[in-house]
Nanobody, 128 residues
């Protein structure tokens, strides 16, 4: 059974916008921080954004000022609003639910090992 599910990926031209959504079960959502990571084949996974249960956020350096993470607690949904998209933002984007200490630190670039419940990913392609 899929417990974390992403949607909203697609293709857009450089400078455009997309919004990704992530839904999960009540059991997972209520106990975890939520975040977004991305990965290009052959590259390391990169932290994009994280949000904790009181709404505090953290972002990867490459997306600060362009991406915004938010959560709708009533609908157990986390959003990633992506503006001013660049071709280098093209990747598979993964939503994850995890312990706050590890998730938020990993978004910021620390390697604390494997963690969390991960979705299957959604593809984002930005053309020049």
């Amino acid at each position: 059974q899929v417990q974390v599910k992403e949607s909203g990926g697609g293709s857009v031209q450089s400078g455009g916008s997309l919004r990704l959504s992530c839904t999960t079960s009540e059991d997972i959502y209520s106990r975890h921080c939520m975040g977004w990571f991305r990965q290009v084949p052959g590259n390391e996974r990169e932290g994009v954004a994280g949000i904790d249960d009181d709404g505090s956020t953290t972002y990867g350096n490459s997306v600060k000022g362009r991406f915004t993470i938010s959560r709708d607690n009533r609908n157990r949904t986390v959003y990633l609003q992506m503006n001013s998209l660049k071709p280098e933002d093209s990747a598979t984007y993964y939503c994850v639910a995890g312990t706050c200490r590890v998730l938020m630190a990993t978004v910021r670039g620390q390697n604390l090992g494997s963690f969390g419940n991960w979705g299957q990913g959604t593809q984002v392609t930005v053309s020049p």
